[in-house]
C-alpha cells in the first residue's frame, strides 16, 4: 500500500515561510498526481496546489497563488510545498495527497500549519 509522510509544520507569525516535505513510499506508477490540500474545522478540504508527473503541470488557490510554490522530485516520490508570506487564514491542517488514477487516492496524516497575527 502507498504511504505518504509529511513533515514541516509548525508555527510561524505572519509573513513568515514554512516548507512542507512529503515523501511516497509503496507501489507507485508512473502516471499519477500529488498535491497539497487543507482543512480546517467545519469546512471542506481545500486543494491548495497540486502537480502533474506526466507534463508537470501545476495547479494552485487563487487565495495562495504567488505566495506558494509545489515543486516535485519523481525519483524520490516526494513533493513539497514552499509557503511563503503565510497569513493567518492560512491556519490549517495540512494533507498531502496521491492519486493513482483512476480510483486510488491516498492521503497523508495531515500537519498542522498555524500562522499568528
Known amino acids: 500500500q502507498v504511504q505518504l509522510v509529511e513533515s514541516g509544520g509548525g508555527s510561524v507569525q505572519a509573513g513568515g515561510s514554512l516548507r512542507l516535505s512529503c515523501a511516497a513510499s509503496?507501489?507507485?506508477?508512473?502516471?499519477?498526481?500529488m498535491g497539497w490540500y487543507r482543512q480546517t474545522p467545519g469546512k471542506q478540504r481545500e486543494l491548495v496546489a497540486g502537480i502533474e508527473t506526466g507534463d508537470d503541470r501545476k495547479t494552485y488557490a487563487d487565495s495562495v497563488r504567488g505566495r506558494f510554490t509545489i515543486s516535485r522530485d519523481n525519483a524520490k516520490n516526494t513533493v513539497y510545498l514552499q509557503m511563503n508570506s503565510l497569513k493567518p487564514e492560512d491556519t490549517a491542517v495540512y494533507y498531502c495527497?496521491?492519486?493513482?488514477?483512476?480510483?486510488?487516492?491516498?492521503w497523508g496524516q495531515g500537519t498542522q500549519v498555524t500562522v499568528s497575527s
Open positions: 509503496g507501489p507507485i506508477y508512473s502516471v499519477y498526481t
Open positions: 495527497n496521491l492519486r493513482l488514477p483512476p480510483f486510488s487516492n491516498y
